[in-house]
């Protein structure tokens, strides 16, 4: 299986900050990385997809890099409404999709 | 606009036979590029992929829960169906359903059912 890790797991920011997670992928999956964000109670929103593709009606201020085995998550101005958990998913080996562990994104 | 709903028993025994099933609407499991997965999350945890299923019935399972799973299609009824044999207490987890997309680099899960909550216990 390809195995996703996230950094960090954990952090604290304040509205306004611009903060970034990174995503590094065992083997190289090219483009096919997905970034997710998910509230307590509630299920995972896609924000990214194919490693820098804006999903229809996300901010502007979400973006995503990268190729092969490294990716990030930027947002650029953190709102109130963007602290939640991120989580990537690569798509590359679709006989084993696998989830990164998640970066929960808090209010400092 | 598409929406996806999980159903299934809320309370399973250990070895029983888990079975859930997601009720579709806004798309056709038939159309080019579409599938349908079940993805889990137990409480506190990261997002576990569990299986897919594709509009061709071309199916795929996570490797280490392969011997447990069957998914299939019911293109008609608007329903995939998930199984999961001899459940276990660490089976306890919130389950999705969620609409895949597979067009070249595009695969993904873009909408999410609301997700059920299965706990396994005696």
């Known amino acids: 299986d390809i195995q996703m890790t996230q950094s960090p797991s954990s952090l604290s920011a304040s509205v306004g900050d611009r903060v970034t997670i990174t995503c590094r992928a065992s083997q190289s999956i090219s483009s096919y990385l997905n970034w997710y964000q998910q509230k307590p109670g509630k299920a995972p929103k896609l924000l990214i997809y194919?490693?820098?593709s804006l999903q229809s009606g996300v901010p502007s201020r979400f973006s995503g890099s990268g190729s092969g085995t490294d990716f990030t998550l930027t947002i650029s101005s953190l709102q109130p409404e963007d602290f939640a958990t991120y989580y990537c998913q690569q798509s590359y080996s679709t006989l084993a999709i696998t989830f990164g562990q998640g970066t929960r994104l808090e209010i400092k | 606009q598409i929406t996806l709903k999980e159903s299934g028993p809320t309370l399973v025994k250990p070895t029983q036979t888990l079975t859930l099933t997601c009720t579709f609407s806004g798309f056709s499991l038939s159309t080019s590029g579409v599938g349908v997965g079940w993805i889990r999350q137990p409480p506190g945890k990261a997002l576990e992929w569990l299986a897919l299923i594709y509009w061709d019935d071309d199916k795929r399972y996570s490797p280490s829960l392969k011997s447990r799973l069957t998914i299939t299609k019911d293109t008609s009824k608007n329903q995939v169906v998930l199984t999961m044999t001899n459940m276990d207490p660490v089976d306890t987890a919130t389950y999705y359903c969620?609409?895949?997309?597979?067009?070249?680099?595009?695969?993904?899960?873009?909408?999410w059912g609301q997700g059920t909550m299965v706990t396994v216990s005696s």
């Open positions: 969620a609409h895949h997309l597979w067009f070249g680099e595009l695969s993904a899960f873009d909408i």
């Open positions: 194919a490693a820098s």
